[in-house]
Nanobody
């Protein structure tokens, strides 16, 4: 059973930084694309970024490209999202997802999700 557990969310002031983690188990982690999505109240799940299986390529949405960095540590079976210069509009529940194929920006392409971690940015 594939399990994804996000952590690292919390309350931070605008302009601050936060690092999220997603611990994976039940899969050969280094064989899968991993991605971050977020969902704010009343909104659809929004793509944030993905990183390919070996960490050789990353793709981020335009809204976060200059501020967020997605990475993975395959030795630790962990996905990361380093967030800087946070804005109130970044407030959302952040989810990690796993996909067997190539990277995708579509949430429906991901097979398994974690429970999410809340990020709240105050001003």
């Amino acid at each position: 059973q594939v399990q994804l557990v996000e952590s690292g969310g919390g309350l931070v002031q605008a302009g601050g930084s936060l690092k999220l983690s997603c611990a994976a188990s039940g899969l050969t982690f280094s064989s899968y694309t991993m991605a971050w999505f977020r969902q704010a109240p009343g909104k659809e799940r929004e793509f944030v970024g993905y990183v390919t299986a070996t960490g050789g390529y990353t793709y981020n949405s335009d809204s976060v490209k200059a501020r967020f960095t997605i990475s993975r540590d395959n030795a630790k079976n962990t996905l990361y999202l380093q967030m800087s210069s946070l804005k109130p509009e970044d407030t959302a529940v952040y989810y990690c997802g796993v996909r067997a194929g190539y990277g995708s920006r579509r949430p429906t392409d991901y097979n398994t999700w974690g429970q999410g971690t809340q990020v709240t940015v105050s001003s």
